[in-house]
């Protein structure tokens, strides 16, 4: 569907959304259509008392649950005591380009963050989830380089924008391998990858890429940002699909199903990814 915008969500009455990190940028966006829709929406946030500021001005039925995806500990205890179903799993939680960092079980902060923190929380939700898991992609996934024997950059050199590439090419890769086994054990849950081109948020911060929030025609604004994940969460997209804008490199623009990268459609590479991030993970 061409130019499609929030305005086009259906009814989603009855319908349960869990959304992780979603105290700011295209997060809480997301959160606000998916309520405003008449969802029920969880945010899963690590800083509560920011996410209950955060949700203060939005409608419907919103309501927050602590959740440090970084944390592995904080992951099983929010899967532990989640009660009921999930009808749309949402991983949209990230950092980008951070300095080095060790999680208390010693992994690296911004590859937990983005994927091991998530490929656990899925993991463990997913007898409860029954439509689809939408994980947040980039296409810096494009220039991710994965090194299954380093998943959790102990022997290479840390680079912040390269965990970050990697990161994302590792989501991708997992979406696909969770596709697979999903279809392999007969369900109709659909793993799908969304991403919001370059969308102005607080995510390059710490960046030296800081500076493409101020050049006009490669940034879109939040709002537009979100529009993949609220597309990839209702509309009638394929499973292991992935979701971003439709314009110029995907950077800007309306949803749009595309492709990602070759290297993150390895079917091969994406089932030793599986077993090497279950390992480190304990999942
Ligand atoms: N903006 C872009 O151009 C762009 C492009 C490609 C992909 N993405 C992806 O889009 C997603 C959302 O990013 P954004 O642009 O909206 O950035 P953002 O404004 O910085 O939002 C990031 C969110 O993640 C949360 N978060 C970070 N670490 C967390 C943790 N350990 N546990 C729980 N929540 C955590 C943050 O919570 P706090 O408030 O606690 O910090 C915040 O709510 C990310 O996955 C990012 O990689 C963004």
Known sequence: MKNWTADRLPILTGTTVVITGATGGIGLITARELARAGATVVLAARDVDKAHRA??????????????????DSVRAFADAYPGRIDVLINNAGVMDIPAARTPQGLDVQTATNYFGPFLLTTLLLPRITGRVVTV?????RFGRLDLDDLDWRTRRYNGLAVYEASKLAVVLFSLELQRRLDEAGSTVRSIVAHPGIARTG?????PLGFINRVPFLVQDAEHGALPLLYAATQDVPGNAYVGPDGLFGFTGYPLV???????QDPAVARRLWQATAALTGA
């Not at 992609?137 to 996934?141: E, I, P, T």
Request: no cysteine; glycine share 6%.
């Open 55 to 72: 949700i203060a001005s939005l409608p419907g039925d919103v309501t927050v649950r602590r959740l440090d995806v970084a944390d592995l």
């Open 137 to 141: 992609g980039s296409q810096l996934h």
């Open 258 to 264: 595309r492709k990602p990268s070759r290297a993150a």
């Open 203 to 207: 995510l390059v911060a710490h960046s």
